[in-house]
């Protein structure tokens, strides 16, 4: 089984700025949003952990697996999507012209590439390479996988799996902060 | 020759006018509100998908 789960809160979630792959680190309500995620799915069995290089990812996975002997193993390909030089905007929406906005809006025809950032269709390559490179192989020999992540590049996983890649329902599934999400491959 | 009542004319152009602006009003909070909708869904997105 696959599961995936994206990290708890930043002082960037809390200002609303766009974080994409800078590294910002879990504020106290994120530990704490970790630390009741791991209580509540203590009794879900894993074999393994991948999980972003992206701070917030990588302490969200330790205080979620703490005290279990479970490898938690970072991969590149799990990072957030890169919002390149928009990345520290705080509430994007005030600026009209903010490219990356049309991604909120239309995900299905969003494929601009700002300075510094990817497009969409670098983050379906990569998460696609790591479902199949991957998860699926481990998915097919039984083994439980735990994905932590990110809204976004989490969202491209769920798009890819739960709906064939249909862009429209990029956004269908919300992802909250640490609630564990069960996909069926 | 044509005898017009300009009473029932008159009403008749009232009656066509205060239906278009009717009409118009309820478009636009209609498109207004919807148009909040999608910023509000897009900013919800946003939160989400930009961490």
């Given at each position: 089984m696959l599961y995936i789960i994206r990290h708890g809160r930043t002082d960037w979630n809390d200002r609303k700025?766009?974080?994409?792959?800078?590294d910002i680190p879990l504020n106290d309500a994120g530990r704490q949003m970790a630390a009741e995620a791991a209580e509540r799915y203590k009794d879900i069995h894993f074999d393994v952990c991948y999980c972003s290089p992206l701070i917030r990812a990588k302490e969200t996975a330790e205080i979620l697996l703490n005290g279990r002997d479970i490898p938690i193993i970072c991969d590149?390909?799990?990072?957030?999507f890169g919002f390149g030089i928009y990345?520290?905007?705080?509430?994007?929406?005030?600026?009209?012209?903010?490219?990356?906005n049309e991604m909120f809006f239309h995900p299905e025809t969003y494929n601009i590439k700002v300075e510094g950032g990817e497009t969409m269709d670098e983050l379906f390559d990569r998460t696609g390479s790591f479902i199949n490179e991957v998860a699926l192989p481990l998915v097919r020999e039984g083994k439980d996988v735990l994905i932590v992540g990110h809204g976004a590049m989490n969202s491209c996983i769920v798009c890819q799996i739960?709906?064939?890649?249909?862009?429209?329902?990029?956004?269908?599934?919300?992802?909250?902060?640490c609630e564990l999400m069960k996909l069926d491959l | 020759m044509i005898i017009t009542d300009w009473k029932i004319v008159g009403c008749l152009f009232l009656r066509i006018a205060a239906f278009i602006l009717v009409y118009f009003a309820v478009n636009t909070i209609y498109y207004r509100q919807k148009h909040d909708i999608v910023i509000i869904v897009a900013i919800k997105r946003s939160e989400i998908g930009g961490s």
């Open positions: 700025k766009l974080q994409g792959q800078t590149d390909r799990l990072k957030e990345e520290g905007t705080e509430n994007s929406f005030s600026i009209p012209d903010c490219p990356v739960k709906y064939d890649s249909d862009r429209t329902k990029f956004w269908a599934d919300g992802i909250p902060n | -």
